[in-house]
């Protein structure tokens, strides 16, 4: 096997997990939870769950990648050779998002080309889903958008490219250019919405606090949901880039910098968003709460709208929204890649190069599924699926492994003060070993009863739709990850802790 590649420094490290947390779900899901949850009042079970969950679940990622030295599957097979199947499991789970992210990349970098003059015209609806998307029967195929297979063929020539260069010349160096240029784009989007007509009461709506919500569960469910998935924990990203890290890092302290940075971006993203939606609201006589969206539609049909109504800039904002877009897009799909990338490599024991050319060569095969007129319908089946049935019950089932039954809590924690300032207390072990395990498991339960007692997208898929695209797909990750669990490993993989 090749020698393991080091970040160059710390530094290059946190860039690295900032970029992977920082996505596309930053923009365009973080805003609408705050507003539907309290509003203002959303920030104290927000911070509460990123101080009792996001930061000690980054730890723990961080402490385990550090520690053994390997990606998610070879990193939990040195803890316990029955935890392996977890890490594969968290890498199909990788795969299938890939497939699809990077076609919402895609569509970025082609609303940025239309966005000079402002192709998506007045009814931006009607021109995502039918004249761009070419939107079909969920029951047919249909057949290749060229709008959208050509700028994924440029997302994959981008980030495989990325990929085969390495660590050091590739993931770290782009994502020290991506993050700080996505951070200064978006920071002009923001201060420029903030000029606008409206701009003012956009915010009211969002930062003015409903206290009642305090006492709703589902508040604090929704505020750890939103912790959990934009922290980039539970699928293998975190312990695949932490493996990376040179032998003395203070693993303790890049946690807080990168969960702090994640949730800063957040909020200035919930600036931006909602003083541009104050401004829709003005221009078009309505209250706040009539415009809010989020997902697909609020970056492809109601940034479009708020576009064409500005006064000055169309084109310049445009622009800038959407490559602010595409950049987070890209720091996010290269870290998922790498997860299987790496794992595949050591699994294999093959070079790098061709651990990229199969893993992403097999990705970007895929994605083109999600190219074609039923692209739109297969991807919110799937990313609906994969979510809530892989990314979170996979997180649920690392961390009671890793605190109940392998009980590596204390030792886990002894390797953390080891490299750190910040010593870890009792808080750490706490949060992990029972707020944790107990806030997943309601949410998996409380997804279960939902999905069991009725269809996802009220109606609008057919049952058997829903099945294979939806639930086929979250199983099918679990059973990629007990079948790969059956290769043995070369004894001196399972046995080398490089760089320790």
Same mark, same amino acid.
Request: net charge neutral.
């Given at each position: 096997?090749?020698k393991?590649?080091?970040?160059?420094?710390?530094?290059?490290?946190?860039? !690295?997990?900032?970029?992977?947390?920082?996505?596309?779900?930053?923009?365009?899901?973080?805003?609408?939870?705050?507003?539907?949850?309290?509003?203002?009042?959303?920030?104290?079970?927000?911070?509460?769950?990123?101080?009792t969950?996001?930061?000690p679940l980054?730890?723990?990622?961080?402490?385990?990648?550090?520690?053994?030295?390997?990606?998610?599957?070879?990193?939990?097979?040195?803890?316990?050779?029955?935890?392996?199947?977890?890490?594969?499991?968290?890498?199909?789970?990788?795969?299938?998002?890939?497939?699809?992210?990077?076609?919402?990349?895609?569509?970025?970098?082609?609303?940025?080309?239309?966005?000079?003059?402002?192709?998506?015209?007045?009814?931006?609806?009607?021109?995502?889903?039918?004249d761009?998307?070419?939107?079909?029967?969920?029951?047919?195929?249909?057949?290749?958008?060229?709008?959208?297979?050509?700028?994924?063929?440029?997302?994959?020539?981008?980030?495989?490219?990325?990929?085969?260069?390495?660590?050091?010349?590739?993931?770290?160096?782009?994502?020290?250019?991506?993050?700080?240029?996505?951070?200064?784009?978006?920071?002009?989007?923001?201060i420029?919405?903030?000029?606008?007509?409206?701009?003012?009461?956009?915010?009211?709506?969002?930062?003015?606090?409903?206290?009642?919500?305090?006492?709703?569960?589902?508040?604090?469910?929704?505020?750890?949901?939103?912790?959990?998935?934009?922290?980039?924990?539970?699928?293998?990203?975190?312990?695949?880039?932490?493996?990376?890290?040179?032998k003395?890092?203070?693993?303790?302290?890049?946690?807080?910098?990168?969960?702090?940075?994640?949730?800063?971006?957040?909020?200035?993203?919930?600036?931006?968003?909602?003083?541009?939606?104050?401004?829709?609201? !003005?221009?078009?006589?309505?209250?706040?709460d009539?415009?809010?969206?989020?997902?697909?539609l609020?970056?492809?049909?109601?940034?479009?709208?708020?576009?064409?109504?500005?006064?000055?800039?169309?084109?310049?904002?445009?622009?800038?929204?959407?490559?602010?877009?595409?950049?987070?897009?890209?720091?996010?799909?290269?870290?998922?890649?790498e997860?299987?990338?790496?794992g595949?490599?050591?699994?294999?024991?093959?070079?790098r190069?061709?651990?990229?050319?199969?893993?992403?060569?097999?990705?970007?095969?895929i994605?083109?599924?999600?190219?074609?007129?039923?692209?739109?319908?297969?991807?919110?089946?799937?990313?609906?699926?994969?979510?809530?049935?892989?990314?979170?019950?996979?997180?649920?089932?690392?961390?009671?492994?890793?605190a109940?039954?392998?009980?590596?809590?204390?030792?886990?924690?002894?390797?953390?003060?080891?490299?750190?300032?910040i010593?870890?207390?009792?808080?750490?072990?706490?949060?992990?070993?029972?707020?944790?395990?107990a806030?997943?498991?309601?949410?998996?339960?409380?997804?279960?009863?939902?999905?069991?007692?009725?269809?996802?997208?009220?109606?609008?898929?057919?049952?058997?739709?829903?099945?294979?695209?939806?639930?086929?797909? !979250?199983?099918? !990750?679990?059973?990629?990850?007990?079948?790969?669990?059956?290769?043995?490993?070369?004894?001196?993989?399972?046995?080398e802790?490089?760089?320790?």
């Open positions: 096997m090749e393991r590649a080091q970040f160059t420094s710390r530094a290059g490290f946190i860039f !690295a997990a900032v970029g992977s947390a920082i996505g596309l779900g930053n923009i365009w899901r973080f805003p609408a939870v705050a507003y539907e949850n309290g509003g203002g009042a959303f920030f104290l079970p927000y911070l509460f769950a990123l101080l969950a996001g930061i980054l730890i723990l990622e961080f402490t385990i990648g550090h520690k053994y030295r390997g990606s998610s599957p070879l990193s939990l097979a040195r803890i316990s050779r029955g935890a392996e199947w977890i890490g594969w499991w968290q890498i199909g789970i990788s795969f299938v998002i890939a497939t699809y992210y990077s076609v919402i990349i895609a569509w970025a970098m082609a609303y940025t080309v239309f966005s000079f003059k402002l192709d998506w015209g007045k009814d931006t609806t009607s021109f995502l889903i039918e761009y998307l070419q939107v079909g029967d969920p029951a047919s195929m249909g057949s290749f958008v060229p709008g959208v297979f050509i700028p994924l063929v440029l997302v994959w020539i981008i980030v495989l490219g990325i990929l085969f260069a390495g660590v050091r010349k590739g993931i770290e160096l782009a994502t020290k250019i991506m993050i700080p240029l996505l951070v200064f784009l978006f920071l002009i989007i923001v420029q919405a903030l000029t606008l007509n409206g701009a003012v009461e956009g915010l009211n709506q969002f930062f003015k606090p409903d206290w009642s919500s305090i006492f709703n569960g589902k508040v604090w469910v929704a505020a750890y949901g939103q912790i959990f998935f934009s922290l980039s924990i539970g699928f293998a990203i975190m312990i695949t880039y932490s493996s990376y890290l040179p003395k890092a203070d693993i303790t302290n890049s946690a807080f910098i990168t969960g702090f940075a994640n949730s800063s971006f957040e909020l200035l993203a919930g600036f931006g968003v909602f003083a541009a939606l104050g401004f829709m609201a !003005a221009q078009q006589g309505v209250g706040v009539e415009v809010v969206k989020s997902g697909v609020l970056a492809f049909a109601a940034f479009p709208t708020i576009i064409n109504e500005l006064p000055a800039f169309q084109q310049a904002f445009g622009i800038l929204f959407f490559v602010s877009l595409t950049l987070a897009g890209l720091t996010s799909l290269i870290s998922i890649l997860t299987y990338v790496a595949i490599q050591e699994k294999f024991n093959m070079s190069s061709m651990a990229v050319s199969i893993g992403g060569g097999l990705t970007a095969l994605s083109l599924f999600f190219a074609t007129q039923n692209g739109l319908n297969l991807l919110d089946v799937a990313d609906y699926f994969i979510n809530n049935f892989g990314v979170a019950m996979a997180g649920l089932f690392e961390v009671i492994f890793i109940w039954f392998a009980k590596q809590l204390k030792p886990l924690q002894a390797h953390a003060d080891a490299v750190s300032d010593k870890l207390g009792a808080w750490w072990r706490i949060s992990l070993s029972v707020i944790t395990p806030v997943l498991g309601y949410m998996m339960y409380d997804n279960l009863k939902q999905n069991l007692m009725g269809d996802y997208g009220g109606g609008d898929y057919s049952r058997e739709f829903l099945f294979n695209y939806g639930w086929t797909v !979250a199983l099918a !990750a679990i059973f990629f990850g007990v079948l790969l669990t059956m290769k043995p490993w070369k004894q001196v993989t399972l046995d802790k490089e760089g320790l």
